[in-house]
């Protein structure tokens, strides 16, 4: 054992509860915080990039479902609405609506559904064409009724869409331009776009609405 001379004495750290650190401590502490410091900065960045990403993911997918499809045809929303009012109408008479098939013989049914849709008896409706051709129409029946809910007015819609169909062949019939023939007949056009246009929202409403009540489903 080695003793330690008279006088001399070791020092040793202290191990006293509450003593304070050395000088050294502080420093060591601070270069740690120093060095955990970037980490730190980096890491709430990464997250806050992280949370920016997935933000806009969320928004571009809320901007996805917002998105809407295409919009039906108008050609087609009119045949449809068509179809089911003119369906509905021969149904409250006790007819069977008429469905294409092929090899259907006609019968004495199949002429009741015809006066039915079509109406009977000489047509009300005519007009004569530059072409010769005379078209017909009447007033009466489950067509003629279904086009005046439509339309709003089945004569006036029977004359404009007689007239904007056979433009062409009137300029060919005529030798004229498609262009002056448009514009001799630049009425009927206005009247076709303003009542077909008018159609169009009456057969979304038609297809997006029950059927009255006391009436089978068209």
Known sequence: MIKEPPGSRTLRPSRRPGH???????????????ASAPVRVSAVRA?????????????LAGCAAKVPGPRPDPDELIRAAT?????????????VPPRAGPG????????????????????????ALPTGHVVR???????????Q???????GWFRASVVVNNLRPEADHTHRDLAEVRARHRGEIADWERLRARAVTEATTV????????NPPA
């Open 207 to 214: 297809l997006t609405s029950p059927p009255p009540k006391g």
């Open 137 to 147: 129409a009447h007033t009466d029946g489950c067509l003629a009724a279904a086009q």
């Open 47 to 59: 997250f806050a990039v992280v949370c920016g990403v997935l933000a806009g993911c969320v928004v």
């Open 83 to 95: 179809q089911r009012l003119t369906d509905a109408c021969l149904t409250r008479q006790g007819l």
């Open 104 to 127: 259907r013989p006609r019968d004495a049914g199949d002429r009741r559904v015809s006066a039915a849709l079509f109406g009977a008896g000489p047509a009300e409706l005519s007009l």
């Open 149 to 155: 809910r439509l339309y709003g007015d089945q004569p």
């Open 20 to 34: 304070p650190p050395s000088a050294a401590a502080p420093a060591q502490a601070s270069a740690r915080a120093r």
